[in-house]
């Protein structure tokens, strides 16, 4: 049977291009589980490899797309049945392997988790890869002994696609939110999400001049890294962690040792790709619990197959607020 993907191909001087093509079933990867995708969304690596590939595509013609959520149709696995709800973060879906921008995707079963009670496929990639990175974030912080009264938790990148997430559940979760944005625009979005406080990005903008500053907050989420990541770990309240998610900021850390020997601070790495499926499945269970759910809709940018491209690139240069959700039977 036939459906359509929106397919990257790269011409013979190396220009990639996306269009909305009808494929067939045959062409898809060999794999165990067969999904009728309803959504999917559009993520900072999607721009990349709906453009040049960005170092991530392998392999060409590519259908990206990082996420998704559907229904099983056909499965070869007994986890699995047709007609089960499903929902796909991570493994290099979208990638090196085909991705959500079709109306059928062929996947391993170990790389879905059944759509919790309560989560419809649409408010799944509402979430998406960002949102589900940003849960995996507040997890661990509350792992490492996080609460909510021990005082202000930052956000930066707070307008972004896991700074929004973020800051919606820290907020539902009673935590005083304090977000991080460089778009005076975005002030009444953020605290619609529950941010109690907006900090303008120039206030951590400059590069570290001192390696200890007051001792402000009690965790971070950090979306953005580089200068700010180092500017924020010097304002962090003794023993407290920052998880690290982004790299929009850049992969260089411009920081001392300093807050990690006097005050003990804790960096940690966030990596949403190669989870075990048990952490999988619990942050997408305390999504369902944990999520207000009515702050979802605040945050879509809806989109069709045929709109994908140009939102990608969007993205890429930071102009796009919330989380761009793709219906791609739309």
């Known amino acids: 049977m036939g459906f359509k993907a929106l397919v990257v191909r790269k011409d013979d001087a190396g220009k990639a291009s996306a269009t909305v093509e009808e494929m067939d079933e045959t062409a898809l990867p060999e794999a165990a589980v067969t999904v009728d995708v309803a959504y999917s969304t559009v993520n900072y690596k999607d721009g990349l490899c709906l453009g040049s590939g960005?170092?991530?595509?392998?392999?060409?013609?590519?259908?990206?797309?990082?996420?998704?959520?559907?229904?099983?149709?056909?499965?070869?696995?007994?986890?699995?049945?047709?007609?089960?709800?499903?929902v796909l973060t991570g493994w290099r879906v979208g990638e090196v392997w085909w991705g959500g921008y079709a109306q059928k995707a062929r996947v391993k079963p170990d790389w879905l988790?059944?759509?919790?009670?309560?989560?419809?496929?649409?408010?799944?990639?509402?979430?998406?890869?960002?949102?589900?990175?940003?849960?995996?974030?507040?997890?661990?912080?509350?792992?490492?002994?996080?609460?909510?009264?021990?005082?202000?938790?930052?956000?930066?990148?707070?307008?972004?696609?896991?700074?929004?997430?973020?800051?919606?559940?820290?907020?539902?979760?009673?935590?005083e939110v304090a977000a991080v944005t460089g778009r005076p625009e975005s002030a009444d979005y953020l605290k619609d999400l529950g941010?109690?406080?907006?900090?303008?990005?120039?206030?951590?903008?400059?590069?570290?001049?001192?390696?200890?500053e007051t001792e402000t907050w009690a965790g971070c989420v950090d979306a953005v890294g580089g200068d700010m990541l180092a500017r924020v770990l010097g304002q962090m309240k003794y023993g407290a962690s920052v998880a690290a998610v982004g790299l929009a900021g850049g992969t260089a850390l411009p920081a001392t040792v300093i807050p990690f020997l006097l005050r003990g601070v804790n960096l940690l790495g966030i990596d949403s790709v190669m989870r075990p499926k048990a952490d999988r499945e619990r942050a997408w269970a305390r999504i369902a619990r944990d999520l207000p759910l009515d702050k979802l809709e605040a945050m879509i940018v809806p989109a069709s197959l045929s709109e994908v491209p140009e939102l990608g690139r969007a993205i890429l240069k930071g102009q796009v607020r919330g989380r761009v959700v793709v219906d791609v039977n739309g």
């Open 54 to 86: 960005g170092g991530l595509v392998k392999s060409w013609p590519h259908v990206p797309g990082i996420d998704f959520a559907g229904t099983v149709a056909d499965s070869a696995d007994a986890a699995f049945a047709p007609g089960d709800p499903v």
């Open 113 to 175: 988790v059944n759509l919790p009670d309560g989560l419809t496929a649409r408010q799944a990639m509402a979430v998406g890869t960002a949102g589900f990175t940003a849960m995996l974030a507040v997890m661990a912080l509350e792992d490492h002994g996080l609460t909510p009264d021990q005082g202000p938790v930052l956000v930066t990148g707070a307008a972004g696609g896991v700074g929004s997430v973020a800051t919606a559940i820290l907020a539902n979760l009673g935590y």
């Open 195 to 212: 941010a109690s406080r907006i900090v303008p990005r120039e206030e951590l903008a400059e590069t570290v001049k001192r390696p200890l």
